[in-house]
């Protein structure tokens, strides 16, 4: 059946004006935030859940795969539309899907469409002395079911867990149309854990049309500080030492002399432009707790070398280095015309070893990096700079990354801490993921998707399909 035919019914189904085929939609929504591009054959824009609903009946009856969407930015590909049996998918995006619909302040749960921003819902809830926890760096931008979808992190998951430690119930329409409650707002709700297992799910197993959000208390007491070295692994030795004093931060977070040098030449938020290392790191709860904790972190950093600690003397200077760190991916537009970030774990006491080692690579590859991450735990960022205008570029970027992945999983890490696998690394699962281990994956996903419509390609390896399973034995993946 043709494009033609799949865009009338559904523009029958929606309405004209949020279905769109054109040149110019069609590329916008060829990539996510990634390096990577793939090719859809119509977007369509959905208000409610009937309309997911219909929507996903239409493509898979056409034989078109579906691809959920939020902003688009993801940084593995996880958004980029590929296709099955040759055919273009569809992509449904839901961002129209905004409405914040029920809050309850006294259960500290909220109702929210998947299309609601993430830092809207907390600006929204403020007044009430509640926020929403996970806060990506991205957060001003993202949506609450892209984070369903990546069981997405940010600086502050140190002491508050990533986005699963934050979702109670998630409605969801499946692949073949209908629609699911996983989870619920009771302690231990009846069941298998689906909504555990659907959050992190990349849009390969339903698309989040309803998620019920926990809501966390905003602290009476925040110190933030700021400590800089002269030593990139004073900084490292200083996020051991302070978890091993048993100090856990709300963040805590690490940059490195060329991340902070452009920070300051963009905006000025007051980082020592002559750092080698710097650490942000946040306290709070009880004003008296907070005041020992952050006293305790200054003593570590000094003992580690830092050559001062600053504590942000009030909320607005607080703000200021908030900014500064989350400001990093645009403020590279200073020096590069393109980025690629990476996203690997590795343990703690690894930390100074595996940067001077990911420096090497990039030094290697000649190309510039920049490191800024989320130290507490472990979660790295490496930034590797270039221009794809410049032949063979891409080819040195990504067996850079390759060998910056490796080296991580050497280390004792893991592939992803929140920005997912998508296309990015699903060639990589084998190496810290066995045969079985995969092929548990793949069935539970089928169990799902059994015609493997939704979000094909992603996440597991060549050979996850439901049909590849039943002519490969169990765990043949090597």
Sequence with gaps: MTIDSVVRELRGALHASRVRDGALELSLYARDASVIEGKAAAVCFPVSTEEVQAAVRIAVAHGRAVVPRGSGTGLSGGAVPRGSDGLDPVVIVTTKMDRILEVNAEERVAWVEPGVLNLDLTNAISHLGLHFAPDPSSQSACTVGGNVANNAGGPHCLAYGVTSAHVLAVEVVLPNGETALLGGLDPEPPGYDLRGLFVGSEGCMGIATRIAVRLTPSAPAIKTLLADFTSLDDAARTVGDVIAAGVIPAAMEMMDARFVEVIERSLHVGFPPDAAAMLLVETDGLAAGTEAAASAIRSIAEANGARSVRVAADAEERALLWKGRKSAFGAIALIAPNYYLHDTVVPRTRLAEVLRRINDIADAHQLALLNVFHAGDGNLHPLLLFD???????????????????????AGGVLSGEHGIGLEKTEFMPWIFSGSDLDAQARARCAFDPEHRFNPHKVLPAGSQCGDLRSIPRGAWT
């Design 388 to 410: 794809k205008r410049v032949a063979g570029t891409m080819e040195r970027v990504l067996d850079a990354g390759k060998q910056i992945i490796r080296v991580c999983v050497d």
